[in-house]
């Protein structure tokens, strides 16, 4: 079955630290991958996504990702962790239509002073 | 932000009681998704529509119906509650279905906690 792993539940980074949050998806036709964050109590919102092209990709927030074929893997990046940053974050795909997404089950991100 | 609104946002509601939550949009998009978010399970996506009156089941569907009536409104029934359907649903929507065009992203509404005792 189509799957997403995100290896990594909880991860915590100093502020001012670089940060790199793990997405790794099963094998099939050209993916389309996602970044969404949560913050407490909220709803998700879109970080940045890769469909063709760049393989790495900008998004908001500071936050880039990039796509490695040869190794199923979306990673998302930040070089330098604020404090406003904590939060879920969830890694998803899609690889057909229907629009249905595949999420990964998320890693929390905490940063400490 | 997508023009988005759930409700309830919250609902208390007892074991076998039905259970109806709102989704509705103002961006007139085609494609409506209703999710649940379960700690150590990400979302997981129980109905969508790609269409008025048009809709299809997701992966953990049982114990849930829907209905898209008007373009704008997506509701999510639990026709008997259950204490194992306690958790934080989502609604999201997207312009198109379609894999591989910029505009299908989904975009999410602030969420319903609901519990079940």
């Known amino acids: 079955a189509q799957s997403v792993t995100q290896p990594d539940i909880h991860i915590t980074v100093s502020e001012g630290a670089s940060l790199e949050l793990r997405c790794n998806y099963s094998y099939g036709a050209t993916p389309y991958l996602f970044w969404y964050v949560q913050s407490p109590g909220q709803g998700l919102q879109l970080l940045l996504k890769?469909?063709?092209?760049?393989?790495l990709v900008q998004g908001i927030k500071g936050f880039e990702a990039e796509f490695k074929r040869s190794q199923s893997s979306f990673n998302l990046r930040k070089p330098s962790v604020h404090w406003s940053d904590a939060a879920e974050y969830f890694c998803a795909v899609r690889y057909n239509q229907g629009g249905k997404l595949i999420f990964g089950q998320g890693t929390e991100l905490s940063v400490k002073p | 932000d997508a023009g988005i609104t759930q409700s309830p946002r919250h609902k208390v509601t007892e074991t076998g009681t039905p259970v109806t939550l709102r989704c509705h949009q103002t961006e007139n998009h085609r494609y409506m998704y209703w999710y649940r978010q379960d700690p150590g399970h990400g979302l997981r996506l129980i109905h969508y529509?790609?269409?008025?009156?048009?809709?299809d089941k997701g992966e953990v569907s049982d114990g849930y119906s829907v209905s898209r009536s008007k373009t704008e409104d997506f509701l999510l029934t639990l026709e008997s509650a259950t204490s194992s359907q306690t958790s934080v649903y989502f609604c999201?929507?997207?312009?198109?279905?379609?894999?591989?065009?910029?505009?299908?992203?989904?975009?999410f509404g602030p969420g319903t906690r609901l519990t079940v005792l």
């Open positions: 529509s790609y269409g008025v009156k048009d809709t």
């Open positions: 999201a929507i997207s312009e198109s279905g379609e894999a591989g065009l910029s505009y299908n992203e989904q975009f």
């Open positions: 890769y469909f063709s092209g760049d393989t």
